[in-house]
């Protein structure tokens, strides 16, 4: 699990966090999202499209992105922004790992590039890249 944050952030700091996507997760993901797409939910279509199992739900490598950018920001800070792109699919039973890092700082708010990158069953593709805002927690985007 990522530590917490440093009580002083400076451009340069990062956090990574490293998880097994699994059957019981894509379940769960299915129920929050209501997403039924054949290559998320069934095994049978996504081998027929050509690819060796379920595809996790994209936004489900983000989510693994966000417990980065909680450590990083703190009980005191939100996402304000977050824009992230797939270059690859990852699927059921792969290893990510999701690294938020600090680019920069401008008063209270903190831009943080983000990394997925499949760990299992073979090491070092970019699965998901992408941007991040954290702002302050009560503020609203035309407030900072």
């Excluded at 600090?102 to 990394?115: K, P, Q, S």
């Excluded at 990158?117 to 070092?124: F, M, N």
Aim: with cysteine; charged share 20%; proline share 6%.
């Amino acid at each position: 699990m990522p530590r917490s944050a440093p009580s002083e952030l400076a451009v340069g700091h990062a956090l990574a966090f490293r998880k097994t996507m699994t059957v019981a997760e894509q379940a769960m993901f299915t129920g929050i999202s209501g997403n039924m797409g054949g290559l998320y939910v069934d095994a049978k279509r996504a081998k027929s499209a050509g690819l060796p199992g379920m595809v996790v739900f994209e936004l489900a490598l983000g989510a693994l992105a966000t417990t980065c950018l909680w450590h990083i920001g703190g009980a005191g800070r939100r996402i304000g922004a977050f824009q992230l792109e797939f270059p690859e699919p990852v699927f059921v039973g792969d290893s990510v790992e999701a690294r938020a890092e600090v680019v920069a700082l401008d008063g209270e708010t903190v831009e943080c590039r983000i990394t997925c990158v499949r760990t299992l069953p073979t090491e070092g593709a970019v699965v998901a890249q992408g941007r991040a805002t954290l702002v302050p927690a009560g503020k609203g985007p035309d407030d900072v």
